[in-house]
């Protein structure tokens, strides 16, 4: 009879402590916080326009919402990284490239958001 009476006091207070919590919920929240979600920046599609044996020129349609585009490339042989251009303009060349594998990114920055990036893989 003891046991049974202190598993109705644990259920007891188990009830009321439920309650007490989800007053104190109810009455600091009268409706859900707003989910903030992210602003959506696509991946420009860019292209090859024309390749010679020491440049290259990529072209791209222009993304809705873009304030810019980031590009930049590496080449394998020497570990070389060229520093990110940041352009306005749907298009850029880079010349003077020694023969080798490049990878080139690009990517849109959509005011301060940024597109995942795109790469592409080059033999020069």
Not at 107 to 114: F, H, V
Request: aromatic share 10%.
């Amino acid at each position: 009879m003891k046991n049974t009476s202190k598993t109705g006091l644990q259920l007891m207070l188990a009830v009321v402590l439920l309650l007490a919590v989800s007053m104190s919920l109810q009455a600091g929240h009268e409706k859900p916080p707003a989910v903030v979600t992210a602003v959506e920046c696509p991946a420009p599609n860019p292209g090859v326009t024309v390749q010679s044996t020491n440049s290259i020129s990529f072209s791209w349609d222009a993304v809705s919402g873009a304030s810019g585009y980031k590009v930049w490339y590496y080449r394998a042989g020497d570990n070389y990284t060229h520093p990110e251009c940041t352009t306005g303009s749907t298009g850029i060349t880079f010349s003077g490239l020694p023969s080798g594998n490049y990878q080139f990114y690009f990517a849109t920055d959509c005011s301060g958001g940024l597109s995942d990036y795109i790469i592409i893989d080059i033999l020069m």
